[in-house]
């Protein structure tokens, strides 16, 4: 941070008509306004430049588009999606979100990669699946039994 030296400052105070004090503050200092673009800011340079042409608004030469929008959500209910997944996004864990660059794009690619299942099922995205404790039998053979029992007399 560059420090200034104290400029040069004189009060003028003067006391109006209704009684109200009047004070000015005179600076006595050179001047650090850049005076080579007083042109290019100038307003009225400005609006010249545009009036001919209209390329300030450059829509207004743009035909109507119309579309049938009827399937669409609402403006509302477009916002409330949008709530509800940057809150979903915030409850992201925060090492994750920064190895995704905040980036909720991001966050859907990886959700995508198959490489990144296990992770993701770790991290509670994705349930795991069920494990079966009751297996079904099968039609295999037990090698311990015996396949021609004998008969009984």
């Known amino acids: ?19 109200s004090l009047r004070i000015q503050t005179i600076n006595k200092d050179k001047s650090e306004t850049q005076q080579q673009y007083v042109e290019t ?11 001919n042409n209209m390329n300030l608004i450059p829509d ?10 009827s399937e ?13 997944a940057e809150k979903a996004f915030e409850s ?3 090492d994750l979100r ?8 991001k966050f859907i690619e990886y959700l995508n990669n198959p490489k990144n299942k296990e992770e993701a099922t770790t991290l509670g995205f994705f349930t ?8 079904e039998p099968t039609n295999t053979p037990n090698p311990t039994s015996k396949t021609n029992p004998e008969p009984t007399t």
């Open 1 to 19: 941070m560059e420090l200034r030296p104290s400029r040069t400052l004189n009060r003028k105070v003067t006391v109006r008509k209704n009684g």
């Open 98 to 105: 920064y190895r995704l660059q905040n980036d909720p794009q």
């Open 72 to 84: 669409l959500p609402s403006y509302q209910d477009a916002l409330n999606t949008v709530i509800a």
């Open 128 to 135: 795991k699946p069920p494990i079966n404790t009751n297996p």
């Open 41 to 51: 800011t100038d307003i009225n340079t400005i609006m010249k430049k545009y009036s």
């Open 60 to 69: 207004l030469q743009q035909r109507g588009v119309y579309a049938d929008v």
């Open 92 to 94: 992201v864990p925060a």
